[in-house]
């Protein structure tokens, strides 16, 4: 199993950035995945889950600004990231689940987003 | 929102030595199909988390023996016995019982 995130760096706030996670060495299909954050020299914070059959959950704090999403064919997880605050500044990992609630059993190596003017 | 309430925030041990770690949720963790989702992650030093136990006390894929998970309801423990060098790190509880899914703040282990 790998997990590689991309697509993170340096956006001033109010912009957008798309992260990607490549997924290889399973069925990307059949499972569902995460985005969790930490923010520089703190603990760990979930964003989004997204079902294997595309439902998808946020947390309040980035409802209605983050949108997961995942293109089975390429096998690749999504997150478009919109109207960036400097507190989302973190390193985003994402992450598989075998299901809904089974929690976090592979993570990426995460993607460093900094949002500063 | 659950809030996970770990403890101690740090610890130092020796190698050899066995620590605990307690992870207390604001609501039991018991889903609706009768499990209990309540997972134990190690961050190492410049590292991505690393899951160590699922469901209370399932070891993770390749997690050796000497870490164990006890716990119910809304009372968990991580205990690591015999500590190694490789087991510095942040250790961090985490619920997937209830939406949104939360973390505690994190254990720093750190070798005497």
């Known amino acids: 199993v790998q997990l590689v995130e991309s697509g993170g760096g340096l956006v001033q706030p109010g912009k957008s950035l798309k992260l990607s996670c490549s997924a290889s060495?399973?069925?990307?299909?059949?499972?569902?995945m995460h985005w969790i954050r930490q923010a520089p020299g703190k603990g760990l914070d979930w964003v989004a889950y997204?079902?294997?059959?595309?439902?998808?959950v946020y947390a309040d704090a980035v409802k209605g600004r983050f949108t997961i999403s995942r293109d089975n064919a390429k096998n690749t997880l999504y997150l478009q990231l919109n109207s960036l605050k400097s507190e989302d500044t973190a390193i985003y990992y994402c992450?598989?689940?075998?299901?809904?609630?089974?929690?976090?059993?592979?993570w990426g190596q995460g993607v460093m987003v900094t949002v500063s003017s | 929102d659950v809030v996970m309430t770990q403890t101690p925030p740090s610890l130092s041990v020796a190698i050899g030595q066995s620590v605990s770690i307690s992870c207390k949720s604001s609501?039991?963790?018991?889903?609706?199909?009768?499990?209990?989702?309540l997972h134990w992650l190690l961050q190492s030093p410049g590292r991505s988390p690393k899951r160590l136990i699922y469901?209370?006390?399932n070891l993770g894929s390749g997690v050796p023996d000497r870490f164990s998970g006890t716990g119910s309801q809304k009372d968990f423990t991580l205990k690591i016995s015999r500590v190694e060098a490789e087991d510095l790190g942040v250790y961090y509880c985490?619920?997937?019982?209830?939406?949104?899914?939360?973390f505690g703040s994190g254990t720093k282990l750190e070798i005497k």
């Open positions: 992450a598989r689940t075998y299901q809904t609630r089974g929690g976090f059993d592979y």
């Open positions: 060495g399973f069925t990307f299909s059949s499972y569902g």
């Open positions: 997204i079902s294997s059959s595309s439902g998808t």
């Open positions: 609501q039991s963790l018991v889903y609706s199909d009768g499990k209990t989702y």
């Open positions: 469901q209370v006390s």
């Open positions: 985490a619920q997937t019982t209830h939406f949104p899914f939360t």
